[in-house]
């Protein structure tokens, strides 16, 4: 599934309690400010995802990639989804909320930082490791140390 800047807003504005209650749109004269700033803000914050993203590529040896920029609400994010669902919609609730809600905003940007942190440690997988040297055998009983 790819997420689009509506999803990223739409799951923001849950988060700053800026949904209609009757209906659960987002889409409100109460959010019109913070849907105009939200392109300008997601393409900021985009930057600083995007080298924990499973689409972060490098085209060519000593370059800097960068996802692509998104123009419309509509547009797909170049983030996975994780990042995109999870991750980036606090730190937009956080940047629209700076000047309004400074309180909230420091709570939404911490949160954004420590989920920006866990997203930095890109799982792996263990693998066994093999004795090439012989030493394990040698050196059997110290081998538990």
Partial sequence: MATTAQKVFDIAMGLIDEVDENSGSTNTSDTLE?????????????????????TYSVIAAGTRPICTAITALTDVLDLDD?????????????????DENPSSASFLQQRYAELTQKASKIPVESE??????GVASTYNEFGSW
């Fill in 34 to 54: 913070y849907k105009q700033r939200t392109l300008l803000i997601l393409n900021a914050l985009r930057g600083e995802l995007y080298p924990y993203s499973d």
């Fill in 128 to 133: 066994d490791i093999t004795d090439v040297y």
């Fill in 82 to 98: 994780f990042l995109a669902q999870s991750v980036l919609p606090y730190g937009l609730a956080a940047q629209l909320l700076v």
